[in-house]
């Protein structure tokens, strides 16, 4: 059987941010059962030019949504950056992953060579929405997703590689 585009896309964001919120919970309770004030892993960073771990969130929650939306020619929900405290880190991953279960597989499948036009700065970047998908939104979800572990980890939190690659 052969994949679908919609196979290779929303189902993929989801199982990422399924596990993005794992590893969130697992920061959580570490901050919990040693006493670090969560705030301090929320605004943790690897690096000082690198995104917050609330950063890394918001990100990996647009380039999800967005990804998903410009392939099946929709528009996406728009969600303020506003996020300071764990519980809100988590109802952004939430509401994300409400929107992408409202797409429907039709409005994704065929439309493999849907043009996508990004504009970035003074750049516009032209895609067909597979190309796009493939060689941009899922590699800079992954890439955020990532990082909000590696965030994670550097700080502390008791998190390894099958926590960010989950049950199979």
Known sequence: MALSFYDISVPVFLRGLGQLSHVLDKGLAHA????LDPATLVEARLAPDMLTLAG????ASDASKLGAARIAGISAPSYEDSETRWEELEARIAKTVEFLKSIDRAQVDGGENRPVVLKVRDTQIEFTAQRYLLQFALPNFFFHVTTAYAVLRHSGVPVGKLDYLGRF
């Open 32 to 35: 919990r059962s040693t006493g």
């Open 56 to 59: 890394q969130v918001q990100r």
